[in-house]
Antibody
Framework: EVQLVESGGDLVQPGGSLRLSCAAS????????MSWVRQAPGKGLEWVAN????????YYVDYVKGRFTISRDNAKNSLFLQMNSLRAEDTAVYYC???????????????WGQGTMVTVSS | QSVLTQPPSVSAAPGQKVTISCSGS????????VSWYQQLPGTAPKVLIH???KRPSGIPDRFSGSKSGTSATLDINGLQTGDEADYYC???????????FGGGTKLTVL
């Protein structure tokens, strides 16, 4: 079964750090771009970052640049999101998602994890 | 403020058809694939449409997508009460070098 399972969400104080993990199974992880998408309570979806299948390219939404780092370990079928200098507005459910690429163009997110909750509060 | 614009809510009766619009620009919808997602309450999103108008296996043909210029549309025919959910459009924005979503549309089946 194709599956993504996130972990690492927690309650953290403003200015703190957290590392999220996403364990992939049921597919050849090293063949796919991967993303992190978040959803603040009662709000819409917001893409956070993605990483190319071999880790050679990463892209970020503007307001996490310099604070968040996406990475992957293809040998361990794992995706990570290192979050530093956390702010209250980073409070959200964080999903990892598999990116579909058609030819050379990013298409959809076809597989999603169940999400992990990050709460930034004092 | 989302890069892609969707109506906040739509509603229709069971068995009817509803259309959800998604408006963007030449840097996103105009030159990139559009996808649509359904998010039922308390669950992760699920892809309904990819590559503008293709349905993944298992998605009923009641759901259809289209794109014209800088806008896209999701049609849902034969509405069922189980279709009540939030719906999001998404694409890549070439100018931003970022994935973008619409703000989401809440569908109510009356």
């Amino acid at each position: 079964e194709v599956q993504l399972v996130e972990s690492g969400g927690d309650l953290v104080q403003p200015g703190g750090s957290l590392r999220l993990s996403c364990a992939a199974s049921g597919f050849t992880f090293s063949n796919y771009w991967m993303s992190w998408v978040r959803q603040a309570p009662g709000k819409g979806l917001e893409w956070v970052a993605n990483i190319k299948h071999d880790g050679s390219e990463q892209y970020y939404v503007d307001y996490v640049k310099g604070r968040f780092t996406i990475s992957r370990d293809n040998a361990k079928n794992s995706l990570f999101l290192q979050m530093n200098s956390l702010r209250a507005e980073d409070t959200a459910v964080y999903y990892c998602a598999r990116d579909i690429v058609v030819a050379t163009s990013l298409d959809a997110f076809d597989i999603w994890g169940q999400g992990t909750m990050v709460t930034v509060s004092s | 403020q989302s890069v892609l614009t969707q109506p906040p809510s739509v509603s229709a009766a069971p068995g009817q058809k509803v259309t959800i619009s998604c408006s963007g620009s030449s840097s996103n919808i105009g030159h990139n694939y559009v996808s649509w997602y359904q998010q039922l309450p308390g669950t992760a999103p699920k892809v309904l449409i990819h590559e503008n108008n293709k349905r993944p296996s298992g998605i009923p043909d009641r759901f259809s997508g289209s794109k014209s210029g800088t806008s896209a549309t999701l049609d849902i025919n034969g509405l069922q009460t189980g279709d009540e959910a939030d719906y999001y459009c998404g694409t890549w924005d070439t100018s931003l070098s970022a994935r973008v979503f619409g703000g989401g549309t809440k569908l109510t089946v009356l």
